[in-house]
């Protein structure tokens, strides 16, 4: 199977991200990361560590499992039960500037429901998208504001996401269905 | 999962995980300062109680609405059942205004099975007679779990009326299923027959049931239940299988105490052990709506009207 990002690739990229992050957004003491379970979490504190390696500063980080505000839930038969887990925000989100962490940005949805969730928290400043793939086909109008890498696919493939702390590797690569 | 929770039995092991790990998440739910998910948006749940409940029926609905569904409360004293309807058509008239799920609390066991037979929405048992109680049993296990990281091997000792309990016969088979090991104690008249056959020890000698248990668990003397004479006074009873300090002391150091509520203080339960250090009575109650939410959306994953 291709292997689109290895995991030098991926650490170059996120590395990029965080210059990015810095250098649009001035006021550091703003920013939050929250990542979307699973993978977008392992990425959040990735980039964390990131801008405090060239800002010595501390990032709060927080996850968001956003399973309770998919669209899909009772319309498709998925195959498992998606298990779900514990959103942990430890700090208000109001008035921050909340950096969004996914892995693969795809159809939108995801997206559309962690807005959702996220808004119930409190009022942010603003919300930027952090993406490690943009695979394209979208389905709602999102677009991310810090892409690692774009991969044009096909509706038949699938983009899987490793990660070490997750899956004791880090890679990403296209699999045919 | 099945389409409904009528008894523990309708759930695998793994399923009770799932349900206690759902949990988990819906428990941090209740913390947000806006406590409401759009899980169940557009979904009809109707609470059909048949029994006086405050707990059960409260901790329902309020599961209900913070998965943001549409809820409406059939309590039995102000409906078309004092005209003499019974269960069977009052069910059947409820499923014609197309709910998606019924809670159902009853006195007579196996009310839910028959409702299961004829209605097409998910049937929840919130207690059915001396039957089963499946919610209460999975919001004990998820109170246990959380104070002691886990089920399987721990001496869960059960003490009271065991006879008339539908809390028991649920805790019995859930906790058996996850490994424990359960004892149970009480006066012979309120000890079920075959009561060992679910895989428990049975001692009429309470301090012997309650040595080195890890979770004790009282239950209700049932008076409402109760026809005959079981017991010969609620004094001598306290005096024999009251849970006081001096008791609670023969158990482990780290036992924590429980009970299903609503508590008959200085009958089965001395103030001084419900109000005291080692009591989870109050923590059972919150995480009571934890475990709801989680059975309710465990339930609702593809509904047919969905």
Redesign the interface.
């Known amino acids: 199977m291709p292997i689109v990002l290895d995991a030098q690739r991926i650490a170059r990229s996120l590395a990029r991200i965080a210059h990015e992050i810095l250098e649009r957004n001035h006021q550091v003491d703003e920013l939050a990361l929250i990542g979307i379970r699973r993978r977008g979490v392992p990425l959040a504190k990735r980039l964390a560590h990131a801008i405090h390696e060239i800002h010595h500063s501390e990032i709060p980080t927080g996850a968001l499992d956003i399973t309770l505000y998919r669209d899909d839930l009772m319309r498709t038969a998925v195959a498992a039960q998606p298990v779900i887990r514990r959103t942990e925000i430890p700090f208000s989100i109001d008035d921050k500037r909340i950096l969004l962490v996914d892995d693969v940005l795809y159809t939108g949805r995801t997206i559309r429901a962690a807005l959702d969730a996220l808004i119930e928290f409190g009022r942010p400043k603003a919300i930027q998208l952090v993406v490690l793939v943009d695979r394209g086909h979208r389905e709602l109008p999102i677009k991310a504001d810090y892409v690692g890498k774009n991969v044009p696919t096909s509706l038949s493939q699938s983009v899987q996401v490793h990660l070490t702390e997750i899956d004791g590797r880090d890679e990403v690569e296209i699999l045919e269905s | ?1 099945k389409k409904d929770l009528l008894s523990i039995d309708d759930l695998t092991g793994d399923e009770i995980h ?1 349900i206690l ?2 949990s ?3 428990r ?2 209740g913390q ?3 406590k ?4 169940l948006r557009g979904k009809t749940v109707v609470n059909l109680f048949y029994e006086p409940s405050t707990r059960t029926r409260t901790s329902f609905e309020i599961a209900e609405k913070r ?1 943001s569904a549409d809820t409406l409360n059939i309590a039995v004293a102000s409906s078309s059942v004092l005209k003499g309807e019974t269960l069977v058509d009052t069910a059947l008239n409820i499923e014609a205004m197309q709910p998606d799920m019924i809670v159902l609390r009853h006195a007579s066991s196996g009310a839910g099975h028959i409702l299961s037979r004829i209605c097409k929405s998910r049937i929840i048992n919130a207690g059915d007679g001396m039957h089963e109680h499946p919610t209460q049993a999975l919001l004990d296990a998820f109170t246990i779990r959380e104070h002691k990281q886990r089920i399987d091997g721990l001496k869960v000792t059960i003490v009271g009326d065991l006879l008339h309990s539908r809390v028991l016969r649920s805790n019995v088979r859930l906790l058996t299923k996850l490994g424990a090991e359960v004892w149970v104690s009480g006066p012979p008249t309120l000890v079920p027959a075959g009561i060992e056959q679910f895989g428990v020890r049975v001692s009429a000698n309470i301090d012997e049931a309650v040595a080195d248990a890890d979770v004790i668990m009282m239950l209700r003397i049932q008076q409402e239940r109760m026809t005959g004479a079981f017991i010969p006074s609620l004094r001598e009873y306290f005096n024999t299988f009251g849970m006081t300090k001096a008791r609670v002391a023969k158990a482990k150091p780290d036992v924590i105490i429980m009970h299903p509520g609503p508590m008959n203080r200085g009958v089965e339960i001395d103030s001084d052990v419900a109000d005291g250090a080692h009591s989870l009575i109050r923590e059972q109650v919150e995480m009571g709506v934890a475990v709801r939410m ?1 059975v309710l ?2 339930l ?4 047919p009207n ?1």
């Open positions: 999962m799932l790990d759902t988990e998440a819906m941090e739910i947000r300062p806006i409401k998910v759009p899980t998965l989680a959306e465990a609702s994953r593809n509904l969905a």
